[in-house]
């Protein structure tokens, strides 16, 4: 039971990175 929990925390660590580098394209 310890592989959901790392592939749903690595899905939600790739979100939040994507999140930031459009944030951070569509400010630059």
Same mark, same amino acid.
């Given at each position: 039971?310890?592989?959901?929990?790392?592939? @749903?925390?690595?899905?939600?660590?790739?979100? %939040?990175?994507? %999140?930031?580098?459009? @944030?951070?394209?569509?400010?630059?």
């Amino acid at each position: 039971s310890f592989l959901p929990i790392a592939l @749903n925390l690595l899905i939600f660590y790739l979100g %939040l990175k994507l %999140l930031f580098m459009y @944030n951070y394209f569509l400010l630059s």
